[in-house]
């Protein structure tokens, strides 16, 4: 691999820990001011600090995000569908020039496997891979879900090998049962996204049991940033991911941070 490639990927995932949290707030680019993004940079600011690197478009990077900060960004290039059309028809939105001028550390794209647009996006896929290759960019692909199919690990162990094989260097999907058999047959990679929102000990749950069957962390939107405390529960993810904490651990924590946020609030 490029010494580019993996100079950027380790800024992505930590080498001290082989882990990441990514915070995704890019649900914009096709589903509009997403509930608890309303305003992105009120919802970003606060989670900065503790976030490994932020998924997001370049019009939220730009707006929302200060230029001074030094957190590592994997720009989502791909959209151009809405949530009102068919989701698949997604094609390449943000020039390769674009993505090295806004210094990130790595570009994020969906795939569609199984949908009306599979072959489009796949093929998406490869040309990014390609102008990252030339570059020093690592991609990032997204194993999108279409409403026809089900989340299963037979299903999602082919849309991540799929993306492995066409030169993703990291891939995001979700979480099911038997998720060692989606993560075993795929050679780069892996994080999570974590889907709606969940209580919030559930999604830490489901950290854990992603983490403990071999994904390298999570990249997490709505269980974060939809929290009643979206600080406490991004330390609460960290400390599964980065510092094998129990559930009932991380747990302890959140509600502790919580309740320390809570009371500095209504002082
Ligand atoms: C859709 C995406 C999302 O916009 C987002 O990143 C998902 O994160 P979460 O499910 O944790 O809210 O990638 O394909």
Same mark, same amino acid.
């Given at each position: 691999?490029?010494?580019?490639?993996?100079?950027?990927?380790?800024?992505?995932?930590?080498?001290?820990?082989?882990?990441?949290?990514? @915070?995704?707030?890019? +649900?914009?680019?096709?589903?509009?001011?997403?509930?608890?993004?309303?305003?992105?940079?009120?919802? %970003?600011?606060?989670? %900065?600090?503790?976030?490994?690197?932020?998924? @997001?478009?370049?019009?939220? @990077? $730009?707006?929302?995000?200060?230029?001074?900060? =030094? &957190?590592?960004? &994997? @720009? /989502?290039?791909?959209?151009?569908?809405?949530?009102?059309?068919?989701?698949?028809?997604?094609?390449?939105?943000?020039?390769?020039?674009?993505?090295? $001028?806004?210094?990130?550390?790595?570009?994020?794209?969906?795939?569609?496997?199984?949908?009306?647009?599979?072959?489009?996006?796949?093929?998406?896929?490869?040309?990014?891979?390609?102008?990252?290759?030339?570059?020093?960019?690592?991609?990032?692909?997204?194993?999108?879900?279409?409403?026809?199919?089900? /989340?299963?690990?037979?299903?999602?162990?082919?849309?991540?090998?799929?993306?492995?094989?066409?030169?993703? +260097?990291?891939?995001?999907?979700?979480?099911?049962?038997?998720?060692?058999?989606?993560?075993?047959?795929?050679?780069?990679?892996?994080? %999570?996204?974590?889907?709606?929102?969940?209580?919030? /000990?559930?999604?830490?749950?489901?950290?854990? =049991?992603?983490? +403990?069957?071999?994904?390298?962390?999570?990249?997490?939107?709505?269980?974060?940033?939809?929290? =009643?405390?979206?600080?406490?529960?991004?330390?609460?993810? /960290?400390?599964?991911? +980065?510092?094998?904490?129990?559930?009932?651990?991380?747990?302890?924590?959140?509600?502790?941070?919580? =309740?320390?946020?809570?009371?500095?609030?209504?002082?």
């Amino acid at each position: 691999m490029d010494w580019g490639i993996k100079n950027r990927l380790s800024r992505i995932i930590r080498p001290d820990t082989g882990r990441t949290v990514m @915070l995704a707030v890019d +649900h914009g680019y096709f589903q509009g001011p997403t509930t608890g993004l309303e305003s992105p940079r009120k919802t %970003i600011t606060p989670l %900065i600090p503790y976030a490994d690197c932020l998924m @997001l478009t370049r019009g939220v @990077l $730009r707006t929302s995000v200060d230029a001074s900060c =030094d &957190v590592p960004i &994997v @720009l /989502r290039v791909s959209g151009g569908t809405s949530i009102l059309k068919e989701l698949s028809n997604e094609g390449i939105t943000t020039s390769i020039e674009e993505a090295i $001028r806004l210094n990130a550390a790595g570009m994020a794209l969906s795939i569609f496997v199984g949908s009306e647009y599979e072959r489009q996006t796949l093929l998406n896929l490869s040309r990014l891979v390609n102008m990252g290759e030339r570059y020093g960019i690592p991609v990032l692909a997204v194993t999108a879900v279409g409403r026809e199919m089900t /989340r299963d690990a037979r299903y999602l162990a082919l849309a991540c090998r799929i993306a492995a094989e066409l030169g993703a +260097h990291l891939v995001k999907t979700y979480y099911c049962e038997g998720f060692q058999e989606v993560v075993g047959g795929c050679p780069v990679p892996v994080v %999570i996204a974590g889907g709606k929102k969940l209580p919030e /000990r559930d999604a830490l749950q489901l950290a854990y =049991d992603a983490v +403990h069957a071999g994904a390298v962390g999570v990249d997490m939107g709505r269980n974060i940033f939809q929290s =009643d405390s979206p600080v406490a529960m991004i330390r609460a993810v /960290r400390s599964i991911v +980065h510092e094998d904490a129990t559930v009932d651990k991380a747990y302890d924590l959140y509600c502790k941070a919580k =309740d320390k946020a809570d009371k500095k609030a209504s002082t």
